[in-house]
């Protein structure tokens, strides 16, 4: 069994100290952009609660009750609505 030459032995030495500097800027990369990931879903969630009460406060300024306050009733209106209720 033969050894192998000593600038095969550095090529090894090289190429394993690369792969594992490789992997680990992986690594790191990818944990990185997992918590980006997790930072812009968590504020996507706030932004949608935020638009949901929006929404609804939205909602209740036109709601059609609210509107009816606002709007005058005639007198031909209101007998016919105590008609319908009899």
Do not use: D, W
């Not at 090529?11 to 100290?17: E, H, K, M, S, Y």
């Not at 005058?72 to 209106?77: L, N, Q, T």
């Amino acid at each position: 069994m033969t050894l192998p030459s000593r600038p095969r032995l550095v090529f090894i030495a090289f190429f394993l100290t690369a792969v594992l500097i490789f992997t680990i800027h992986i690594r790191t990369t990818r944990s990185r952009v997992f918590n980006q990931y997790c930072k812009a879903e968590a504020q996507q969630k706030i932004l949608r609660q935020e638009l949901r009460g929006l929404q609804l406060r939205f909602e209740s300024l036109i709601s059609p009750r609210r509107l009816l306050e606002y709007v005058p009733v005639s007198a031909e209106s209101k007998s016919l609505k105590k008609k319908k209720s009899q």
